[in-house]
């Protein structure tokens, strides 16, 4: 007696672009690693006659061999067309796979309920927000090529490339196959994209909060590079800005809730495990002192309190570079 095919449908859902060719792309590599013949075969399920499609896509071909049926814009699809996907993957022919695409979102809600019930397997390809999501995107890509990379390091990446995640992705590649160490810091991010890198003042005061005298100092000189002109009064703001949120989460009154530690801090929710871990490192008494070393260094930068008391700009990136590896030490 034949022995029924096993029914197979993945559901891929979401809009990220990239995500969703990666799993389509891993449905049919683990397909062709069974059957290097098989073919990929796509879809829209948006096309005029689009069943009598899907039927003809599942069904063996005369010289035998498989295929992945890929059928895109599920989200936009009839009842017959769901009816037609959910019966050729329930009953295939050997070696035919089905991979569905919807797009995510409250359109074909109802049509995506009834592919989850009928799916074996479902990829979701969410998309990437920009902010945290794009730093959790190039961690995660890193995971994936068995590389680490730094905070700092990474905010250079993305500075220096933008929040494109397939320009990211690509870029990550670039420094897993260049880079021979495990570990990709600064230095090595800078010298395959230093050219593009627009350092801010958020990174640098990143660097500082986390009490990263090194990384500081490296991403000061980087910017000096690309923008000095405005880069004192920048750096000194987002310094300020900074020390003003762990003096917020550092004082914070016991039992108070996130929320209203958020809006203390002027920093969306997220940000307040980072604060935390960095408030750690610094006593009250530093952030004291901090607070007074900031407000010499923005009279300075700013032309000094007194007629007379201008530095000329050599003079101000050395008492910015003092400052940082003096708020950066521990």
């Known amino acids: 007696m034949?022995?029924?095919?096993?029914?197979?449908?993945?559901?891929?859902?979401?809009?990220?672009?990239?995500?969703?060719?990666?799993?389509?792309?891993?449905?049919?590599?683990?397909?062709?690693?069974?059957?290097?013949?098989?073919?990929?075969?796509?879809?829209?399920?948006?096309?005029?006659?689009v069943v009598g499609l899907v039927e003809s896509a599942c069904s063996p071909t005369l010289f035998g061999g498989g295929a992945v049926v890929v059928v895109n814009k599920v989200e936009s699809a009839d009842d017959q067309t769901i009816s037609a996907l959910v019966a050729a993957a329930t009953d295939p022919p050997a070696g035919i796979e089905v991979v569905?695409?919807?797009?995510?979102?409250?359109?074909?809600?109802?049509?995506?309920?009834?592919?989850?019930?009928?799916?074996?397997?479902?990829?979701?390809?969410?998309?990437?927000?920009?902010?945290?999501?794009?730093?959790?995107?190039?961690?995660?890509?890193?995971?994936?090529?068995?590389?680490?990379?730094?905070?700092?390091?990474?905010?250079?990446?993305?500075?220096?490339?933008?929040?494109?995640?397939?320009?990211?992705?690509?870029?990550?590649?670039?420094?897993?196959?260049?880079?021979?160490?495990?570990?990709?810091?600064?230095?090595?991010?800078?010298?395959?994209?230093?050219?593009?890198?627009?350092?801010t003042g958020f990174q640098i005061a990143d660097a500082v909060m986390n009490r990263q005298r090194a990384q500081a100092l490296r991403l000061l000189r980087l910017a000096e590079g690309t923008d000095g002109a405005r880069l004192g009064p920048a750096t000194v703001a987002s310094l300020t800005n900074s020390v003003r949120q762990l003096?917020?989460?550092?004082?914070?009154?016991?039992?108070?809730?996130?929320?209203?530690?958020?809006?203390?801090?002027?920093?969306?929710?997220?940000?307040?495990?980072?604060?935390?871990q960095q408030a750690r490192r610094w006593s009250q008494v530093e952030l004291a002192q901090a607070i007074l070393i900031l407000g010499d260094l923005d009279a300075a930068m700013k032309g000094g309190l007194r007629e007379g008391d201008q530095l000329e700009p050599v003079q101000k990136g050395l008492a910015l570079e003092s400052a940082v590896v003096s708020l950066a030490s521990n």
């Open 247 to 276: 003096v917020a989460v550092a004082t914070a009154p016991p039992g108070m809730s996130e929320r209203d530690l958020a809006v203390e801090a002027r920093v969306p929710p997220w940000k307040l495990r980072t604060l935390a």
């Open 100 to 199: 569905a695409v919807h797009a995510g979102g409250a359109r074909g809600k109802k049509l995506l309920d009834r592919l989850s019930q009928a799916a074996t397997d479902r990829v979701d390809c969410p998309e990437v927000k920009k902010g945290r999501g794009i730093s959790d995107f190039v961690a995660a890509e890193m995971r994936s090529l068995k590389r680490t990379m730094s905070p700092q390091a990474q905010a250079i990446l993305i500075a220096a490339v933008g929040s494109d995640i397939r320009a990211l992705a690509s870029a990550c590649n670039q420094l897993a196959n260049d880079v021979e160490a495990r570990d990709i810091d600064v230095d090595d991010v800078s010298k395959y994209f230093g050219g593009t890198v627009d350092v």
């Open 2 to 49: 034949a022995t029924a095919a096993k029914a197979s449908l993945t559901l891929v859902v979401g809009s990220e672009a990239l995500l969703v060719e990666r799993a389509i792309d891993h449905v049919v590599a683990t397909a062709r690693k069974a059957d290097p013949e098989t073919e990929r075969r796509d879809l829209d399920a948006t096309d005029a006659g």
